[in-house]
Structure formats: structure tokens, C-alpha cells
């Protein structure tokens, strides 16, 4: 497993573990919901969710902003928010 792979399953685990302090706002949650599904997933596939299903749309959408993005970069990406988000609390 490379070192970024392994750094970026660190990070994926911590925001999936976090309590107390680490309170993301929806943005950020959207954020790493879209960086998280093009580094593992890449271009966002299939159909993009109705009007009616909000949440669905709204994580499609954000993780359609990403095509062409490669997994590598996403990865980077998604770590580099985590630690900034750290370093702010």
C-alpha cells in the first residue's frame, strides 16, 4: 500500500471515528463526501438524483465537480482538509 493510501485510510477513519470537537459543517461534510468518492470511485457515475431527494443531489453534485480529478489528487486533497481543520481547533 503506498504511503498516501495508507495516510489517506488514517484520515478517512478519523472523520468517521471523530467526536467532541470535530464538528464539520454540511459544506465540509459535502467536501470530503466528494473528494472520498472520486479517490475511491472516480468521475461521478450514474444518475443524478431527482429534485426531491435533496441530500442525494446535493452529494452528487459536489462530487460532479470533481471529474477529471485523479485519485491520487483527491486523496491529497482530503487529507490536506483534515489537517487544516485540525490545526484550526
Not at 435533496?54 to 452528487?60: D, F, I, P
Request: no cysteine; hydrophobic share 35%; aromatic share 10%.
Amino acid at each position: 500500500m503506498s504511503d498516501l493510501k495508507a495516510k489517506f485510510d488514517e484520515a478517512v477513519n478519523y472523520i468517521q471515528t471523530a467526536e467532541g470537537d470535530f464538528k464539520p459543517s454540511n459544506e465540509m461534510k459535502l467536501d470530503f463526501y466528494a473528494l472520498y468518492k472520486q479517490a475511491t470511485e472516480g468521475d461521478a457515475s450514474g444518475k443524478r438524483p431527482g429534485m426531491l431527494d435533496v441530500v442525494g443531489r446535493a452529494k452528487y453534485d459536489a462530487w460532479a465537480k470533481l471529474k477529471g480529478t485523479s485519485a491520487d489528487d483527491a486523496m491529497q486533497r482530503y487529507i490536506d482538509r483534515l489537517e487544516a481543520l485540525k490545526n484550526q481547533g
